[in-house]
């Protein structure tokens, strides 16, 4: 399974974004799946997740009521529109499978990046003041 994510910019602050992660394969469509950031200098973080059915979610503290994620399995796609972007949310952002399809689960199980197996390769979103 090939990962590619999309959709990253230059912004200003209060701006948004729609990111996507389009897969190879429909097999995603049976997985739930993340998207994780990284500043520079700093460790990859959990930004939000969805079950395969979408009925499930999870967000980071700090993007929570400005970031949705979403999926379209027909066209084996994630998106995370991310709206009121603020200069911390500026990193490189990766979309990754998850390793179940799994519907349950707590935040620490679906934020653990080791639960994940296939990861696409980055879109750069900055953010300026």
């Known amino acids: 399974v090939q990962l590619q994510a999309s959709g990253g910019g230059l912004v200003q602050a209060g701006d948004s974004l729609r990111l996507s992660c389009t897969a190879s394969?429909?097999?995603?469509?049976?997985?739930?799946v993340g998207w994780f950031r990284q500043a520079p200098g700093k460790g990859r973080e959990f930004v939000a997740s969805?079950?395969?059915?979408?009925?499930?979610?999870f967000y980071e503290n700090s993007v929570k009521g400005r970031f949705t994620i979403s999926r379209d399995n027909a066209k084996y796609t994630v998106s995370l529109q991310m709206n009121n972007l603020k200069p911390e949310d500026t990193a490189v952002y990766y979309c990754?499978?998850?390793?179940?399809?799994?519907?349950?689960?707590?935040?620490?199980?679906?934020?653990?990046?080791?639960?994940?197996?296939?990861w696409g390769q980055g879109t750069q979103v900055t953010v300026s003041s």
């Open positions: 969805i079950s395969w059915n979408g009925g499930r979610t």
């Open positions: 394969s429909r097999t995603v469509a049976n997985y739930g």
């Open positions: 990754a499978q998850h390793r179940t399809s799994y519907v349950t689960g707590s935040y620490a199980y679906w934020s653990d990046e080791n639960n994940y197996v296939y």
